[in-house]
């Protein structure tokens, strides 16, 4: 069975993340584990990636137009031990933006990816750092009411 576009998209994005190794030309080695919306990791899985797409906005130029433009926000989640210093999340963090740069249209299934936000992941009024995230928009089309296109 065909995948949608979007899942292309994000699978993409797994691979790309996949690439962050040191030997790869990254500072960190964050990419040997990377997973498509995960719920948690084992503490001695990490550090870890998880690729979420969050919900898209979706455009028409107008009403006889037969394709849509989709902007696809996606958050890439780091999942790290306790105590690991804000120092080197900022390095995943950057490894993550390169690896994105790489090519910004995913292998031409998007037209563009735009930066939107990044930053750490503190859950409690500790300012213990749990994590980090980096977003970005993906920009692609598909047919209107087609999303396998």
């Known amino acids: 069975?065909?995948?949608?576009?979007?899942?292309?998209?994000?699978d993409a994005v797994i691979v790309r993340m996949q690439t962050i190794r040191i030997e790869n030309g990254y500072q960190t080695d964050v990419g040997v584990l990377v997973e498509d919306w995960p719920e948690r990791f084992d503490d001695d899985q990490l550090p870890a990636l998880g690729v979420c797409d969050l919900p898209d906005d979706i455009t028409k130029e107008n009403k006889s137009s037969l394709r849509v433009t989709h902007k696809l926000r996606v958050q890439v989640r780091f999942f790290v031990r306790g105590g690991t210093r804000p120092r080197e999340l900022r390095k995943m963090m950057g490894d993550v933006v390169k690896a994105v740069g790489v090519d910004m249209t995913?292998?031409?299934l998007a037209t563009d990816t735009e930066p939107a936000s990044e930053g750490f992941i503190i859950p409690t009024e500790a300012m213990i750092v749990a994590g980090g995230a980096v977003e970005f928009i993906i920009e692609y089309l598909t047919?209107?009411?087609?999303?396998?296109q």
């Open 143 to 148: 047919d209107t009411f087609d999303p396998y």
């Open 106 to 108: 995913w292998g031409d």
């Open 1 to 10: 069975m065909a995948d949608t576009k979007r899942q292309k998209i994000v």
